[in-house]
């Protein structure tokens, strides 16, 4: 069965930089919610889109955006990155209606 | 607040024998509970999960979980361990909005 993509899987990126992380959600799911994994911690929420609208905010930097696009697939677009961004970022998604989300295999970034 | 506490840390368990995975939860109104199994470097893998019903609940891998309105826990248990059942465990939280609140996260390992 078709899972959720995230792409790059690594990444490193230097203080001041700026990165982007792509999530395609698994086919039909309307629903993407992205969580971020520090070192030895559990996934904190940062943000979620339902039908390309934000649907919720948790604890996600001013420097941090997002968006979900017409194909539903999703962006986290980071600026100005420090070092305690490097963690784990996971997407997860979800189906109307549907409770459980269904993770990606996350996007490890590392800031140097 | 919304929260979960897994209590443990890490639990040992010898192969073929019960295991067992203590969550708590604090939420307002009816929980929807779930729990997550994250191996090394992978994605978190949804288990099963909690919406109404029979409080027992049976999910992937001959994983269960009991929810306990009164005590407020959602314990997760397998009747005979594997090795291969080492993993990170998350147990979660969704409220109305739909964001899931994980645990601590317990490491459980199986030893032969």
């Known amino acids: 069965a078709a899972g959720v993509i995230q792409s790059p899987r690594h990444l490193i990126k230097e203080k001041r930089e700026t990165a982007t992380l792509k999530c395609y959600p698994i086919p039909r799911h309307d629903t993407v919610y992205w969580y971020q994994q520090g070192p030895g911690q559990d996934p904190q929420f940062l943000i979620s889109?339902?039908?390309?609208?934000?649907?919720d905010k948790g604890s996600i930097p001013d420097r941090f955006s997002a968006q979900q696009f017409s194909d539903y697939h999703s962006e986290l677009n980071m600026s100005s990155l420090e070092l305690g961004d490097s963690a784990l970022y996971f997407c997860?998604?979800?189906?109307?209606?549907?409770?459980?989300?269904?993770f990606g295999p996350g996007t490890r970034l590392t800031v140097t | 607040a919304q929260s979960v506490a897994q209590p443990e840390d890490q639990v040992n368990v010898a192969e073929g024998n019960p295991l067992t995975v203590k969550c708590t939860y604090s939420v307002s109104g009816n929980p929807y509970l779930f729990w997550y199994v994250q191996y090394p470097n992978r994605g978190l893998q949804f288990l099963l999960k909690y919406i109404t019903g029979d409080n027992l609940v049976k999910g992937s891998y001959g994983f269960e979980a009991e929810f306990n309105k009164s005590q407020t826990s959602f314990h997760l248990k397998k009747p005979s361990a594997l090795v291969s059942d080492s993993a990170l465990y998350f147990c979660?939280?969704?409220?109305?909005?739909?964001?899931?609140?994980f645990g601590q996260g317990t490491t459980l390992q199986v030893k032969p």
């Open positions: 889109f339902y039908e390309k609208m934000q649907s």
């Open positions: 997860a998604s979800s189906r109307g209606g549907q409770v459980e989300q269904y």
């Open positions: 979660a939280v969704r409220p109305n909005t739909g964001k899931l609140i």
